[in-house]
């Protein structure tokens, strides 16, 4: 297992997470967040059939940038996904309890595999926060990361992710070891 070196977010963590390729799972789970990007890409590996599920994730309340999860669930309807493969996950308030709140749904229907779908600057993050709800529900899960480049990628966002994940790191909801 690889780890976090000193304060600073490992290279190869991020290479790794930016760089993976989506592999065949039994669900696609989107992040609220992004406007649209993060759906259109969880609808485009949808229909190159990499999953026959997609669960929309996230419970705040809607802004310039953010849909809900319902409204997330409506894009993918009007883009002829059936309402029958979409799962909706309305609890959640951060990357936390999305983790969490996902994480049961997995374990529940005792799937094995996901493709996780957030935004470039926000995939590192999201994708240690995974790892640890995994860790904390004692199941085996394969996470594949499917960051959505789409959205304009500024340095700033990326920084400020860097000071989310040593928050998470304080609070212990990111895992300490990857890979």
């Known amino acids: 297992m690889k780890q976090f070196i000193g304060e600073t977010l490992n290279e190869q963590l991020v290479y790794l997470v ?3 390729t989506p592999q065949k799972s039994n669900a696609i789970v989107c992040l609220q967040g992004d406007g649209q990007n993060r759906i259109k890409k969880s609808l485009e590996l949808f229909k190159k059939k990499l ?3 997609i669960i929309v994730s996230g419970g705040l309340p809607e802004n310039s940038f953010s849909f809900s999860a319902t409204k997330m669930e409506n894009f993918l309807i009007k883009n002829k996904v059936p ?3 979409i799962i909706i996950e309305a609890k959640s308030q951060n990357t936390f309890e999305q983790a969490t709140e996902v994480i049961k749904i997995f374990k529940k229907n005792n799937w094995k595999k996901m ?10 993050r999201a994708f240690l926060t995974f790892l640890k709800a995994i860790e904390n529900s004692k199941i085996k899960l394969q996470i ?9 990628q500024k340095l700033d966002l990326f920084n400020l992710e860097l000071k989310k994940i040593k928050e998470y790191q304080i609070k212990g909801h990111v895992a300490k070891k990857w890979n």
Request: glycine letters at 0%; aromatic letters at 10%; hydrophobic letters at 40%.
């Open 18 to 20: 930016l760089n993976d």
């Open 83 to 85: 309402k029958n493969k």
């Open 144 to 152: 594949f990361n499917a960051p959505c480049k789409d959205y304009p």
């Open 115 to 124: 493709i996780l779908v957030a935004s470039a600057f926000h995939q590192p």
């Open 51 to 53: 999953a026959p599920v």
